[in-house]
């Protein structure tokens, strides 16, 4: 387990953290240099997201034509060029450009490891397994905070080390993770001459979670830190925290797995949503326990509420569980992509304490979304 685990957390550390995410905790130092709007700047993380959406569209047939395994090591190389080339972006459209190729990463490396975590890893290990390996993510965030403290106002040094690290990790999975996720032939993808066999009628309460979270939570991956330094003028050191102790929390969510057998999935779902809500709202309060609280509980529950997703699309997609991640993720990132597009619009016509509201607002829908009443009546 350790030898897909600990890779499998160490690519998605560099394909979500470094090339997607580091862009909110880098943007106002991205602004300066090339004098970036607030509406300017949602765009290269919208096209992050829509990359996002793209890879994880085409995801599942490319794995089951060309396996998980150079899947991973394409994600690898998409972050190693994307991270590269926003190092050296001289304007917004070079930027832009950039941001896309690094999105890709990320749309690919979530499904393919939840079928190498199918193929390698025994049935009760699985559901711990994925939200593990989603933890990712924190440890990214834990790393970038301190190399964006140490390199300042560098912010193209920083990114220029993020590609190297980004390639020594894709070495890295190279050697380590097994080529044996073939053992789904192409026929068990469960494809029907009219199209995709998917279970709408099941599915759509997933998507539509993890439409409207995706929303939510994209201001503040986008804008969080921008907020910070815009609005409370707090030092580069307090938002270099603030990002550090996101990632840190970050690794607790990664109990989701256990913590779902215990106590269901709607439980798990609604619980850990409102207090994703709840830590979108507290960065408004200008106090620096309330800022903290917001880093700390975001952390928790973004990380969380995407290990809910994961081990809801495995349950339902029993015969490619790869196929029903990249669906739930795709949702989940269209609704980032809508909104990193649109938070910077509203930031800049109303305030960043009116866009956090409204968007922690948007997330109450996510309530009603009807979700299986435990983990084993899924279907």
Request: overall charge positive.
């Amino acid at each position: 387990m350790k030898k897909i685990v600990f890779p499998g957390i160490a690519m998605i550390s560099v394909t979500y953290a470094f090339a997607r995410f580091s862009y909110g905790l880098f943007l106002p130092d991205i602004s300066n240099s090339l004098n970036l709007s607030e509406m300017q700047a949602g765009v290269p993380s919208s096209l992050a997201y829509i990359a996002y959406c793209l890879t994880l569209v085409f995801s599942s047939l490319l794995i089951n034509r060309a396996g998980a395994y150079n899947v991973i090591q394409i994600s690898g190389f998409s972050a190693v060029v994307g991270t590269l080339c926003i190092a050296l972006s001289q304007n917004l459209y070079l930027l832009s450009i950039s941001t896309f190729i690094a999105g890709i990463g990320s749309g690919l490396s979530s499904p393919a490891f939840s079928k190498i975590a199918a193929v390698n890893l025994k049935p009760e290990e699985q559901d711990k397994g994925n939200t593990w390996i989603n933890t990712g993510t924190s440890f990214g965030l834990i790393i970038s905070g301190p190399l964006a403290l140490f390199f300042n106002t560098y912010w193209r040094l920083a990114y220029i080390f993020f590609a190297a690290i980004s390639f020594i990790v894709m070495m890295w999975n190279r050697h380590s993770i097994p080529k044996t996720d073939h053992q789904f032939k192409q026929s068990d993808l469960p494809i029907r001459k009219n199209g995709w066999n998917i279970p709408w009628k099941r599915s759509i309460n997933l998507f539509t979670a993890a439409f409207i979270t995706g929303i939510s939570s994209s201001i503040y991956w986008t804008f969080s830190r921008s907020f910070l330094t815009t609005e409370y003028d707090i030092s580069t050191m307090e938002s270099m925290f603030f990002w550090i102790l996101m990632g840190i929390a970050g690794i607790l969510g990664g109990v989701a797995g256990n913590f779902i057998k215990q106590f269901g999935l709607a439980t798990s779902y609604r619980g850990v949503l409102l207090v994703l809500l709840t830590s979108i709202c507290l960065i408004t309060i200008p106090s620096t326990i309330s800022i903290y609280c917001s880093a700390l509980l975001f952390g928790i529950s973004y990380i969380f509420v995407t290990g809910v997703f994961i081990v809801w699309a495995v349950k339902l997609f029993v015969e490619a569980p790869f196929l029903g991640v990249s669906l739930g993720f795709l949702f989940l990132g269209i609704g980032q992509s809508f909104g990193s597009l649109t938070a910077g619009s509203i930031i800049e016509l109303t305030s960043y304490a009116f866009g956090f509201l409204l968007f922690a607002g948007i997330g109450l829908c996510g309530l009603f979304v009807r979700t299986p009443t435990d983990t084993s009546s899924d279907s």
